[in-house]
């Protein structure tokens, strides 16, 4: 086993006891805050001019063992292998998000919504860097074969859309 | 302390006693080698239709305190705050790699290089997901303000180039 150090914490309008959303969420809504440990606070120096950055954390409420096969609660009960998804029931249980840089105040970090439980410890921030990080002819593997993907992947994008086939569910966290 | 659990093991051509290219590297030669632990396997299926996904790894060859400002190698001198930076050596030393995949079989899955030491623990594997993972308003951040940062940026994207003003060094590793 590793140890590692948290230097924070999330805060997300989700409590742990409400529901979360899963990953394809309309994300323009909402923020979350990044409390870092004041220790850290002045290895934010320079961060600011990021236009986004990765938030890496630790899924803390998950409390099951992770299974090899699991259905994420948006892919229409379609059954694939765990590291093809994002769940969050995973065995290092760390979850990574891609999401906008708003401000930077001390040692607080406001962002785009993540969608993580309130209170989940911060593991590290990096500045996400185009080049190496943003990959124009990236795919979407196995979700391309899914019946309506187009939909899922506007609910991915976060552009309004009209939801004709199916109501809306309540999903747990999926990071 | 939160504690991690490896999946596996990355192997790549650097030996922890040789040296390691810092991030702007080259990218299309060399390749690694994931191999996760066989009780995982089963984990794998769905993923090879992604042509990229993330590697998280512990950067297991740090063992000096992190300290807040850092001089990257590449930048010239510059000293930047370290969550603005992609130094290794950090206090939760979880490094993330956005990497080609080139092919699974069976437990072992072979990528574009990764620029880390031979024997990294490979902590987790996922999908990069265009929607989600590839934001092409990205930009660089203090990045932008170096002196012949276009140059840098060429080292990024693996774009062969001349060099006319300074020549090769040897690096430490900086995921």
Not at 85 to 109: H, Y
Not at 140 to 161: A, F, M
């Amino acid at each position: 086993m590793i140890e590692i150090e948290a230097i924070g914490t999330i805060h997300t309008p989700y409590s742990a006891k409400d529901f979360c959303p899963s990953q394809p969420v309309e994300r323009e809504e909402g923020e979350a805050r990044l409390v870092v440990d004041p220790r850290f606070e002045a290895g934010l120096a320079d961060l600011a001019g990021f236009r986004y950055i990765y938030a890496i954390f630790h899924l803390h409420a998950q409390d099951q063992e992770p299974t090899m096969q699991v259905k994420p609660p948006w892919a229409k009960g379609v059954s694939v292998g765990l590291f093809a998804s994002r769940s969050p029931n995973r065995p290092a249980r760390i979850g990574i998000s891609v999401v906008r840089l708003k401000k930077i105040e001390a040692n607080v970090l406001t962002t785009g919504l993540i969608d993580v439980y309130d209170g989940t410890p911060l593991l590290d921030i990096k500045p996400y860097i185009k080049e190496l990080d943003a990959k124009a002819d990236a795919n979407y593997g196995w979700i391309e074969g899914l019946d309506g993907h187009q939909h899922l992947l506007d609910h991915i994008r976060g552009i309004p859309h009209a939801h004709h086939e199916h109501k809306h569910h309540h999903h747990h966290h999926d990071d």
